[in-house]
């Protein structure tokens, strides 16, 4: 009887116990870093404020989002203002719901203009104060400041970059078979057909694969191809909806890819028949090109961190290396340099004072700097000293950024509505990849053009 | 996170069900205490009170609100285009005509499956392990499952080893792999076969104990008239399980309805094996799409309605009959 008595209380306690232990692995006990070392006088600008807090949310998660807390921990220091920062995959899906019920946070970082556009024209954004302008306006292209814009009215500065089109490679491979590196769209198919003609492996290595997502690596190629067959202003027409998506233009992009794509000739290096392009996780698509069993591979400049899919730096990336990218050329070689990307708009929810210091220092080159410096990515601001950057490959993309000569345009499914650019043309791309003809896809893909 | 945070967080959870306790016991409190007269009512009313609350909140608020989107543009006009959009688009019908195909498909196979192996392994011996083999798909997630089928379903291509099972199954009789899940329309085949793994076993176990209810006078008496064993099965044991077979049938036509996770997580709709529910959330949520959302659950709501009125009905009459 005793016994049982000692147990009744027991296993509670001990279950307390338990739990207490386990939540307090959940806590960091990170110390808060000593004020004293800062040097302020980038910060007095912004003014000092006491007690306030800012929020911040985005879809920026783990690794990266304690880098962007490393960003602005001196900011924090120097003016007072504390930043909440919460990332969520799921920030895309949520944030117009949230702003909509009254619950966004002070800041998001928005990777979508047409998010942008559909968060401004329901009235929930505050536009930018004039210190952010004057930042967008002395630090950025031109090329940017309509895709944080909305009616003529600036929403938002942009945050960090990157550029798509590169085109994966081995600088051993080429060097050792005597291969160029194209610059043309036509010197590019010539290449590939020689790799192909040789017959030791077919020339590209290609995944689609990216769960509900699946497709969208080529919507990449189909964007490239659209902007350097087409040029800039045909490219804006496109995704703009002036011109329809079964454009004779469009078509003729979608055949110029599909040449690669739905060849078994060229397709999949490594992996297996065109079909397997859409069970190939995109993530591990290019890997084959270190087996030595295909040659190229088509993936944003992010693709850097892929290639060591254990981490480490066992795959050197860089122009001596094991990989590394050049960018898809133009058509011709006379062209001026045009390229496809993407990046994030900071957005405020929230006016007040504190809020838009943040988004000040934002858009301003001292944060640019600060950040690229941390490593892993760029930024388009022009105050950015290349050297910052932490690799050869993101020297490279900061220079093709701040290039006067460079035409840049925002990763086009971005731009477009959801329905579209989420939805329809990533299904399109599996359809067609499937087999269906360039016709029928891009007919599908005009008809599901929402009317509003 | 810092310890100080933590401690603050466990004192709000504390207090916060310290003030919950607090309000239910001074409203039972004062339930008790009203007048004498019509007080049955009263209480009644003050108990459902918090339930009914969280219904409207939770249930009807939602569907009022979803019903209505349904019937609105993205920029909030009144329009039938969502509707339109569902029995035109080709993509769209092919998403109805999958969720039928499902619906026809899934509950019966399943049904049948659990039941002849019920029947087969009833008073066998070792039952209870028989029972168990067939029982434990059913502890298995839906996303989980789809994981372990995706893997049967693999496809190598050409002269690769293969790693699915099921194409190295062709490969060893000399047939060529097949791209199982990018073929149509076998695929949505293929991801209905993982509905009934895990269906099967909910309407074994749901029909086995039924049947061992079954009296076995009437067994007996059956057999002294003379009967053989499939016309015991057709006119004793099946009359005598019907309620638990239609609550068995339609249990698994509603989860077949609302089937999402396993299209979601074999294919993602591509390859046209996407069904209502998951067109519901691409358009909602991806898309940006909330009315053809909206419409599409308004649509599934009316699908999953006649079953239920159905299961409502034979219930009820099997309540008269008693």
């Known amino acids: ?33 000593d004020a004293a070392e800062v040097d302020c006088a980038d910060y007095e600008q912004y003014g000092t404020f006491d007690g306030a807090e800012v929020t911040a949310a985005s879809t920026i998660v783990d690794i990266e989002a304690d880098r962007l807390n490393e960003s602005w921990a001196d900011f924090e220091t120097c003016t007072g203002i504390d930043v909440e920062y919460q990332g969520s995959k799921e920030f895309e899906a949520q944030i117009a719901v949230l702003a909509e019920g009254g619950n966004a946070p002070d800041v998001g970082f928005v990777p979508q203009p ?17 210190p952010v302008e004057a930042n967008v306006d002395e630090w950025w292209a031109e090329d940017w400041k309509p895709y944080g814009s909305y009616e003529d009215t600036l929403y938002a500065a942009p945050l960090m970059a990157s550029v798509k089109g590169y085109v994966w490679y081995s600088p051993t491979e080429f060097e050792e078979k005597g291969y160029e590196i194209p610059k043309t769209l036509d010197e590019l198919k010539e290449l590939s057909d020689t790799i192909a003609a040789e017959g030791e492996h077919k020339p590209w290595c290609v995944g689609l694969e990216s769960g509900d997502a699946t497709g969208w690596p080529a919507t990449d190629w189909i964007e490239d191809y659209m902007l350097r067959m087409h040029g800039p202003d045909v490219y804006d027409q496109w995704v ?3 011109i329809p998506f079964n454009d004779p233009r469009v078509v003729e992009a979608f055949d110029a890819v599909g040449e690669y794509l739905k060849s078994d000739d060229m397709v999949n290096g490594g992996i297996g028949d065109v079909s397997t392009q859409l069970t190939e996780a995109f993530g591990t698509g290019g890997l084959p090109i270190l087996d ?4 190229l591979h088509h993936q944003a400049s992010f693709y850097e961190t892929f290639w060591n899919p254990e981490g480490g730096d066992e795959v050197s990336v860089a122009s001596d290396g094991d990989v590394f990218g050049f960018l898809t050329p133009p058509a011709n070689a006379d062209d001026p340099q045009a390229v496809t990307g993407g990046g994030e708009f900071v957005v405020a929810f929230r006016e007040a004072e504190e809020v838009e210091a943040f988004r000040a220092f934002l858009s301003s080159d001292t944060w640019a700097n600060i950040r690229v410096s ?14 910052n950057a932490s690799s050869e490959l993101l020297v490279q993309t900061i220079q093709i950024l701040q290039d006067p000569e460079t035409t840049f345009r925002f990763d086009g499914s971005d731009l477009m509505p959801g329905a579209v650019g989420a939805d329809s043309f990533w299904k399109g791309i599996v359809a067609w990849i499937g087999g269906e003809s360039t016709t029928q896809v891009v007919d599908a893909i005009e008809a599901s053009w929402p009317a509003s | 996170m810092t310890t100080a945070d933590l401690l603050g967080k466990i004192l709000q959870v504390v207090m916060g069900l310290a003030v919950f306790a607090a309000v239910v016991g001074l409203l039972i409190f004062f339930i008790d205490k009203a007048p004498k007269k019509g007080r049955d009512y009263w209480q009644l009313a003050l108990f459902l009170l918090p339930a009914m609350l969280f219904v409207v909140i939770g249930l009807v ?12 543009n993205n920029s909030g006009e009144w329009t039938f285009d969502n509707f339109i959009w569902m029995f035109t688009q080709p993509a769209a019908i092919r998403t109805l005509i999958n969720t039928f195909i499902w619906v026809a498909l899934a509950p019966i ?28 798909p059913i502890a298995i997630s839906f996303v989980g499952a789809s994981v372990i089928w995706k893997f049967v379903y693999e496809y190598r291509s050409g002269d690769r080893e293969q790693i699915g099972l099921l194409n190295a199954i062709v490969v060893a009789f000399g047939g060529e792999p097949v791209q199982w899940m990018q073929t149509d329309p076998i695929n949505t085949i293929l991801l209905i076969v993982i509905m009934i793994w895990i269906q099967t076993g909910f309407a074994m176990v749901l029909l086995s104990a039924a049947i061992k209810g079954v009296p076995s006078e009437q067994v007996e008496a059956a057999q002294l008239d003379g009967t053989n064993a499939w016309q015991r099965f057709r006119n ?38 996407s069904v209502v529910a998951n067109e519901m959330y691409t358009q909602a949520f991806r898309a940006s799409e909330v009315g053809r959302g909206s419409a599409l659950a308004l649509i599934l709501f009316v699908f999953v309605l006649p079953i239920i009125i159905y299961n409502v009905n034979v219930l009820r009459k099997q309540r008269e009959i008693r």
């Open chain 1, 1 to 33: 009887m005793r016994i049982r008595r000692h147990r009744r209380w027991m296993a509670p306690v001990v279950a307390a116990a338990a739990v207490g232990l386990a939540l307090t692995g959940c806590t960091g006990d990170a110390a808060n870093d």
């Open chain 1, 114 to 130: 047409g998010l942008l556009a559909r968060l401004a024209q329901g009235g929930w954004l505050i536009p930018a104060s004039e």
């Open chain 1, 240 to 242: 703009t909806h002036e």
């Open chain 1, 292 to 295: 030595g069993e295909c040659s």
């Open chain 1, 374 to 387: 941390i490593g892993g990515t760029v930024s388009a601001n022009k105050g950015v000293d290349p050297e």
């Open chain 2, 61 to 72: 608020y939602p569907a009022i609100r979803t019903s209505l989107l349904a019937f609105q």
């Open chain 2, 109 to 136: 196979i399943s049904t049948a499956i659990g039941l002849a192996y019920a029947v087969f392994i009833d008073k066998s011996r070792g039952e209870k392990y028989y029972k168990v083999i067939l029982f434990m």
């Open chain 2, 236 to 273: 004793v044991t099946v009359p005598g399980i019907r309620g638990s077979l239609v609550v068995v049938f339609t249990t698994i036509s509603i989860a077949t309805l609302k089937v999402f996770d396993i299209v979601r997580t074999m294919t993602a709709g591509n390859f046209d094996t």
